[in-house]
């Protein structure tokens, strides 16, 4: 029984630590330039765009690692600022690794009076724009709907 259970454990850590990262490593490589750059989110700090989730590595790849701050850390509490507490909870803290592109719908529609009146377009125009680009659960049944943030503010320039 010793000599299954070590050859199960370097098994599995020949398969999860070294084949698992070195897979993903490569196919991520083999992505395109413009939809890697989808899959990290980025700050958008003007009233004219929507807003991603507040990022507790500031989008910084290099430093993916998120945080452990409490919900009362001064940090955290300055992070989350630009939204009052009415606001859905992915507007309020950074996902855990600090990097995700996008937010809910809920989140999206409740930013669209603010961007609506920056730009001076009506608010059913901009609200029609972020239900276009709702994406539905990852084969429909994994995750939860969801909008990236960078294709709706590319979008959202578009408008005339």
Not at 28 to 43: D, H, I, K, N, T
Not at 74 to 94: H, I, N, Q, V, W
Request: glycine share 8%; aromatic share 8%; proline share 8%.
């Amino acid at each position: 029984m010793l000599l299954i259970a070590i050859r199960q454990i370097l098994l599995w850590t020949l398969v999860c630590g070294l084949l698992y990262p070195v897979g993903v490593t490569l196919l991520a490589g083999s992505l395109p330039a413009p939809q890697a750059r989808q899959l990290v989110g980025e700050e958008f700090a003007r009233d004219g765009y929507f807003w991603p989730r507040p990022s507790a590595v500031n989008y910084n790849a290099a430093s993916s690692s998120g945080s452990n701050w409490g919900p009362h850390e001064p940090k955290r509490e300055s992070e989350t600022s630009r939204f009052p507490a009415d606001a859905p909870a992915d507007l309020r803290y950074s996902s855990g690794s600090g990097l995700d592109p996008d937010i809910t719908p809920q989140g999206a529609l409740y930013q669209v009076p603010r961007v609506a009146a920056a730009r001076r377009l009506e608010p059913a125009r901009v609200e029609q724009l972020v239900r276009s680009k709702v994406q539905g659960k990852t084969f429909g049944v994994l995750g939860h709907e969801r909008v990236n943030v960078l294709e709706l503010n590319l979008a959202l320039d578009q408008l005339k």
